[in-house]
T-cell receptor, first 112, second 109 residues
Framework: DADVTQTPRNRITKTGKRIMLECSQT?????MYWYRQDPGLGLRLIYY???????NKGEISDGYSVSRQAQAKFSLSLESAIPNQTALYFC???????????FGPGTRLTVL | TQLLEQSPQFLSIQEGENLTVYCNSS?????LQWYRQEPGEGPVLLVT?????EVKKLKRLTFQFGDARKDSSLHITAAQPGDTGLYLC?????????FGTGTRLQVFP
């Protein structure tokens, strides 16, 4: 079984809809991250969490919110989706920043 | 704000050729990681370099961290089709990773 899972894997939605992307991990890591990936821009950090009670904004948090329901679960919400949020979204987990970050398989989101 | 620039952005070569990918910044990083990403998957860590001037080898891949810890390079010797993928560098900045813009490598048989 995969250590980091993301659901859904693909989603097409319309402008203005609320969307939630979910991430679960079985690695027992405290730190979890949400990134978005756009062509030519690499991965950009949206939000990160160092434990259940610690949530931090990343580089591009506007238009997004997160919830850390448990050590193993970290969800990303788009309250009112817009077309420029069309992207690949990745969840990752890790222990220390210099250690490996383990990435999920990604969610491809299209906002029409 | 993107702090890490990678070059080239795209690279298309024949099997057996050598290549170098560069990762440059005006910022100093405590450490730097290189990841490879294949289509439909998340990035997978290849190596972490920590000390300025450090060189690490992973089979045919050689990674170097610049003396000033602002840049890094990845050299692949005798590239193979299995090396095809998106290569990403990532620098540690205030307890977070800042990812580079990526280099998409295609190796033809």
């Amino acid at each position: 079984d995969a250590d980091v899972t993301q659901t859904p894997r693909n989603r097409i939605t319309k402008t203005g809809k609320r969307i939630m992307l979910e991430c679960s991990q079985t690695k027992g890591h405290d730190r979890m991250y949400w990134y978005r990936q756009d062509p030519g821009l690499g991965l950009r950090l949206i939000y990160y969490s160092f434990d259940v009670k610690d949530i931090n904004k990343g580089e591009i948090s506007d238009g997004y919110s997160v919830s850390r329901q448990a050590q193993a679960k970290f969800s990303l919400s788009l309250e009112s989706a817009i077309p420029n949020q069309t992207a690949l979204y990745f969840c990752a987990t890790g222990q220390e920043v210099t250690d490996t970050q383990y990435f999920g398989p990604g969610t491809r989101l299209t906002v029409l | 704000t993107q702090l890490l620039e990678q070059s080239p952005q795209f690279l298309s070569i024949q099997e057996g050729e050598n290549l170098t990918v560069y990762c440059n910044s005006s910022s100093v990083f405590s450490s730097l990681q290189w990841y490879r990403q294949e289509p439909g998957e998340g990035p997978v860590l290849l190596v972490t370099v920590v000390t300025g001037g450090e060189v690490k080898k992973l089979k045919r891949l050689t990674f170097q961290f610049g003396d000033a810890r602002k840049d890094s390079s990845l050299h692949i010797t005798a590239a193979q089709p299995g090396d095809t993928g998106l290569y990403l560098c990532a620098g540690e900045n205030t307890d977070k990773l800042i990812f580079g813009t990526g280099t998409r490598l295609q190796v033809f048989p």
